[in-house]
């Protein structure tokens, strides 16, 4: 379960801590206009989906062969927070998956989308590469074709097909690791798209296509 900040009320609009844009598909772009705006809380019904797990790789294999697979995140945005086992009995947890959905849905309209199961098993992953037990920081997961329209016009850095209306991308930090350590633990996984943004204190991950900007 989602764990909120004690008397905060995300149907009022509040300040919360800027967030950059990204682009997923090119090359670190200057960093325009910090945003922001009103967090909405609209959770959207329906259960998340059982998937098989697909290993395509010996050595994603063994990083994955833990009989529970947990991961912690922070959101810089509401101050919400949530430690969630995702994946145990050979199988992923549907309540868990809602549970994330939740998480990283879209802070600005309060949408959610069905999170890409193999992002969280590359988190878990690049977490245990750092040797880290720290909360992922999450700067953006989700975002609307609506936030992304808006920072997309905002900026030459946000891709208009960006991954993160996919459900497919992240924008994260952690608390007491270096950024750079951060990006090269991703890159050595090879599991994606990984961007680096020192000047605003985040990496993006991503599910599609390997590749580095």
Known sequence: ?????????????????????????????????????????GLAAGAAICLPTLITDTAEAASLSAPRRTLQFVSLHTGEKLKVTYWADGRYLPTAL????????????????????????????????????????VISGYRSPKTNS??????????????????KAIDIDMAGRQLKKIRQAALDLRLGGVGYYPKSSFVHVDTGRVRQW
């Open 1 to 41: 379960m989602v764990e909120r900040p004690s008397g905060t009320d995300l149907t009022n609009p509040s300040t919360s801590r800027p967030e950059s844009p990204e682009n997923s598909d090119a090359p670190d772009a200057a960093r325009r206009g910090f945003l922001r705006s009103v967090c909405k809380l």
């Open 150 to 167: 808006m920072l997309h016009a905002s900026s030459d850095g946000v891709a208009s097909k960006s991954l993160h209306m996919e459900g």
């Open 98 to 137: 809602q549970d994330v959905n939740e998480m990283l849905r879209d802070w600005r309209t309060g949408e959610q989308t069905r999170m890409d199961p193999k992002l969280l098993d590359l988190l878990f992953q690049l977490r245990q590469k750092l040797r880290a037990d720290q909360a992922f920081q």
